[in-house]
């Protein structure tokens, strides 16, 4: 599967985006942590950041006992910038196009 596809895939879950809103709040969170915040099994939990895991949305590292678990932005600004940031552009340069045309003096102004 593509890239943006599992991208698509994770972020198309409530709880996997409350998952990554969790840990936007506070990064490094253990799975015990997370599980507490919903209301499912931890098993739930971990094939949810599984999925999240396999977006390359959420990065893991150990400290000692505990697995931590940390939000990886990367891959929500890459699909912001192919998909939305280039829609968006001919709105944003239109908007300033009509800002500067009303701002601009008219001739009335400009005469004494």
Do not use: C
């Not at 840990?23 to 099994?41: K, Q, Y």
């Not at 908007?95 to 102004?109: G, I, M, R, V």
Request: charged content about 35%; proline content about 4%; hydrophobic content about 40%.
């Amino acid at each position: 599967m593509a890239e943006d596809d599992e991208v698509f895939k994770a972020l198309a879950d409530p709880t996997r985006r409350f998952l990554l809103d969790l840990l936007f709040t506070r990064d490094g969170r253990t799975l015990t942590e997370l599980e507490s915040e919903v209301e499912m099994t931890r098993f739930g939990v971990m094939k949810h950041l599984r999925v999240l895991e396999a977006a390359n949305l959420v990065v893991t590292r150990r400290s000692g006992r505990e697995k931590l678990h940390f939000l990886n932005p990367v891959p929500i600004r890459l699909i912001h910038d192919r998909w939305i940031d280039k829609y968006t552009e001919r709105q944003v340069a239109a908007l300033a196009d009509l800002k500067a045309q009303l701002e601009a003096p008219t001739d009335k102004e400009e005469r004494p």
